[in-house]
């Protein structure tokens, strides 16, 4: 006949609450993710004799990046002036230059807050600015989007204030 042990049948009946951490409830938030990470002193990590870690490789967010933006700075020109020269209402046109000037901005400011909000310091608030900026950009094109569907549009929205600043 077989006969079965006790303790290998069942062993999680007899420890429910083996494995599992147990949570304190508490009331008080925990603010420690939003506190600036510690930088050591001179923002200096590990010592003179260490290799300087190596960035991944990006074409993009390197030398291609910065074409790009040199582009989209150079193409704004012709976009601004070619409205008010040729007195002729070209709504793709128009809502071409509204986009550029709006992606222009956007990679300005992502520059502002990669400079001036860096990850490393500021963890959380580096990542909360990128959103809000991102944000900020969704509503700009939304914006420019009615602009163009049920308004005059841009262009001709700066002609009526350069006419009629009142």
Same mark, same amino acid.
């Given at each position: 006949?077989? @006969?079965?042990? #006790?303790?290998i049948? @069942?062993?999680a009946l007899r420890f #429910?609450?083996a494995?599992?951490? !147990? @949570?304190?409830i %508490? =009331? !008080?938030p ?6 600036l990470i ?5 923002y200096?990590?590990? *010592?003179?004799?260490?290799? +300087?870690p190596?960035a991944?490789?990006?074409y ?6 910065w %074409?790009?933006e @040199?582009?989209?700075?150079?193409? =704004?020109?012709? =976009?601004? *002036? *070619? ?10 046109l ?5 986009t550029?000037? =709006?992606?222009? %901005?956007?990679?300005?400011? +992502? %520059? ?5 909000? #860096? ?13 809000l900026?991102?944000?900020g *950009?969704?509503?700009g ?8 569907? +049920?308004?005059v ?9 350069w !006419?009629?600043?009142?």
């Open positions: 006949m077989l @006969r079965l042990q #006790p303790g049948i @069942r062993p #429910p609450t494995g599992l951490a !147990k @949570r304190t %508490s =009331l !008080k925990d603010f420690n993710k939003y506190k510690e930088q050591p002193a001179g200096i990590v590990g *010592t003179v004799n260490e290799a +300087t190596q991944e490789i990006n993009f967010h390197g030398s291609y990046h %074409s790009y @040199r582009l989209l700075a150079v193409a =704004l020109v012709p =976009l601004a *002036t *070619t409205p008010f020269i040729s007195q002729v209402d070209f709504p793709i128009d809502a071409l230059l509204a550029s000037v =709006l992606v222009h %901005s956007h990679i300005g400011f +992502t %520059s502002c807050i990669i400079d001036y909000i #860096p990850k490393r310091v500021y963890g959380i608030w580096h990542k909360f600015a990128r959103y900026l991102t944000l *950009t969704t509503v094109l939304y914006g420019i989007y009615q602009m163009e569907t +049920t308004d549009g841009l262009t001709n929205l700066i002609k009526k204030i !006419k009629n600043p009142n």
